[in-house]
């Protein structure tokens, strides 16, 4: 800006001397026309102060005056033509404005010029720059100060603003006074405690789906955690208490999902009161704090937990059986009185574990050996609780391995026509030869797949192989029917027809030589599922026979409407015939059931000569046990095979007559 105004002064004073100069020169000339010319009258007209004039003739020569060092030498060309022209030529060079004019002297053309410093013009600029400079200096001495005062004026509400904002809940009236505001500074606070209350809202919020259960309102799992860890991280010892419900998933399927809740926050109301009497009852009383007595908690869908800090075993098992107690009487719900039971595995720190997850899984043991031992029932954690958990959880691991790296084999038990002492057939029975452990009895593994999931792929190997097997055996002349046991889960599986079928087909075995043993539960637990998964099979020529007959709940309607062709009586009745009245006139009444409807009889677990006689005696078809031979290899089994009909024959040749019956021990 100064420059600019520096430079306009400075153009327009070499304007205004150019100017004056044209003016001179035009006067000059004009003067020398009208006057005689004479050095003395030439002097006396131009101008000496700061610039040059003198005339020269039309051969370059000085007529008057002198020629200065910086004197500009216009060319003929640029002149104007005649002396009568009143134009005069302006030039700039050198810091001078040099002016030319032709002019007639003596009767002879010649050239007036003149010079004229442009020094004015410079120290003209310089001295506008200045006040320029002066006055921007005392402007901004002037307004600096007061952009200040006024900047800082209006930035305090925004330093308040900044202030409660970088301090939440530190300035809260700070930032209502600057809320009450009607400027852009009052829309900015209003605006931020807008977003503080949704964010404190959004907060609480997620800190709900985070810590408790959306239907109960109780601390979800991730709080009684949390509690936990805290606890015992202090020092403090702390009962835990897990409690499962059973009939919750009854009642959700039977009444639907709002029913279903409303059981749970039921079942909540009922452990909250009976926690809260215990408290008031205990004795010793628990510790009193800031918080309840005792927290509870639901942790999965049908399972809770309550946390009493400072109590004994003994006192916390009086917890867990003062929320059973709680469950005693049915529940109204709508219309309807449901009856829930549970269990409850109960845990004591240090003791049972120092840190939240040991402790827990302290109480999964304990709540798994109180559930094995029947609803309503109370488990105090122990080292052997915790030994037997972490066992299955090992066979789990091993099993899983087993299947995937073949280590588990099927050994087959012959079955004895008791008629004439052939062997019919046999059953299948897995085994597992461990790496380490050896070969694992079936008890310790067969229940873990069932409630690991595997039960299933364990169900089809044993089924493969045998197929395989008993192909096997019929393209060697062999005809033997081999039995294969059939799980509760297997069985219920929607496909089991289909699937089971695609197996035998594969392996090249007749359907007739295969035999599936369905337990008694699994197969009148649904007896429409059953009916509808037994036809196809039956249909294909596959047998199917009932195990372990008498465990079970029989319905007899059901029983002649399912296609059975076999009821095996189960060992325990075998082994107590001879012993109890009761159980012998089972093993009877079972057998003669069976030959009445046209089953054949199998009795299981004959192990001495005096229960073979009694199954006899009865009326059995068939038997299997100890006292034939114990489960075999496929390749024991056969070895065992040719040596009972090696031994048959021979006593064929000795007696002249078949024998009715010769267990193994006194054929092989």
Known sequence: MIVTVALSVRSATIDTIEADLVADVEMIAADLQQHDFSSAHFDTLAPR???????????????????????????????????????????????????????VVRGQPATLRMGRSLATAQDAALAAAARGVLATLAFLALALPTAALLTD??????????????????????????????????????????????LAESAAQLHRLTF??????????????????????????????????????????GLGQRQGDEAVRAAAARLRKAATEWALQASPPPPRGADAPVFVARISEAQFAMLAPGVASETAQQLAAKAIAAFASPMPLGEHHITLTMCAGVAVSPSDGDEAG???????????????????????????LNRIAYGRLRIEEDLRRALELGQLEVHYQPQIALADGEVSG??????????????????????VAEQCGLVEPLGRFVLADACKLCANWAAAGVTLRVAI??????????????????????????????????????????PEHAARELAPLKAAGVRVAIDDFGTGYSNLATLTQLPFDVLKIDRAFVRDALHSPAAHV??????????KLGFESVAEGVETEEQLDLVKSCGATHAQGYLFARPLTAEALEAWYANRMVARLRLVTQRGTSPIIEPSRRTV
Request: aromatic residues 4%; without cysteine.
């Open 49 to 103: 102060l700061g610039g040059y004039a003198y005339i020269v003739g039309a051969d370059g020569a000085v007529l008057v005056g002198a020629t200065p060092a910086n004197a500009w030498r216009f060319s003929k060309q640029s002149l104007p033509g005649s002396a009568s022209e009143s134009a005069a030529l302006v030039a700039r060079a050198d810091g001078f404005a040099h002016a030319a004019k032709p002019i």
């Open 586 to 595: 089972v093993v009877g009444t079972v057998i003669a059931m069976a030959e």
């Open 358 to 384: 040991a402790l827990l899984r302290s109480a999964d043991a304990a709540l798994e050996a109180a559930r094995a031992a029947g609803p309503m029932s109370v488990r105090a954690a122990a080292a052997d």
């Open 153 to 198: 004026r209006a930035a305090a509400p925004l330093r308040a603003l900044t202030r409660a904002v970088s301090r939440p809940g530190q300035s809260q009236e700070a930032l209502d006074r600057a809320g009450g505001r009607r400027d852009e500074i009052g829309a900015l606070a209003r605006a931020h405690l807008s977003i503080a209350r949704n």
């Open 485 to 526: 046991n059939v799980s509760t889960i297997q069985f219920r599986h929607p496909r089991f027809a289909e699937t089971t079928l695609d197996i035998i087909r594969a392996s090249g075995a007749d359907p007739a030589s295969i035999e599936l043993e369905i337990t008694e539960s699994a197969a009148m637990g649904d």
């Open 426 to 447: 046999v059953e299948a029975l897995v085994r597992w030869r461990h790496p380490t452990r050896g070969l694992v009895p079936p008890g310790e593994f067969v229940e």
């Open 212 to 253: 408790d259960d959306p239907v109960t309102l109780l601390p979800n799992r991730e709080s009684l955690m949390s509690r936990l860890a805290s606890a015992l991280q202090v020092g403090e010892s702390i009962a835990l208490v897990k409690i499962e419900i059973e009939g919750l998933a009854r009642v959700m399927a």
